[in-house]
């Protein structure tokens, strides 16, 4: 039914870029906030970027001006370009959506979030 799917991870030095994109199907997601998240072992999977139905986006700090999410006129895609990557960027990335609350990173928490994909693995070497 609903279906998301992330592409575009893979291994990079440091410094180099990454675009990842999550397809998306099984619902006409015209009002879900949309969102990627990451997470590395031992740790808490954490918002990274929203965006939302109306195209506003929102950042965790840390990626604040490296990193940009957007989407496509239909919201069948969701995409993140990943630019300036750094060794602690290093987690498998999630896309997801659907969750209650404002869209925005500061406030979501992963455990309200209703639909996921799988993963995709990005790690920056040094």
């Known amino acids: 039914q609903v279906q998301m799917k992330e592409s575009g991870g893979g291994s990079v030095q440091a410094g180099e870029s990454l675009q990842l994109s999550c397809r998306h199907s099984?619902?006409?997601?015209?009002?879900?906030?949309m969102g990627w998240f990451r997470q590395v072992p031992g740790k808490e999977r954490e918002a990274i970027a929203a965006i939302s139905s109306d195209g506003r986006p929102s950042y965790f700090d840390s990626v604040k001006g490296r990193f940009t999410i957007s989407q496509d006129n239909a919201r069948n895609n969701l995409y993140l370009q990943m630019n300036s990557l750094k060794p602690d960027d290093t987690a498998v990335y999630y896309c997801?959506?659907?969750?209650?609350?404002?869209?925005?990173?500061?406030?979501?928490?992963?455990?309200?979030?209703?639909?996921w994909g799988q993963g995709t693995q990005v790690t920056v070497s040094s």
């Open positions: 997801g959506a659907d969750w209650p609350g404002p869209c925005d990173v500061r406030t979501v928490t992963t455990r309200g979030v209703h639909y």
């Open positions: 099984g619902n006409p997601w015209s009002s879900y906030c």
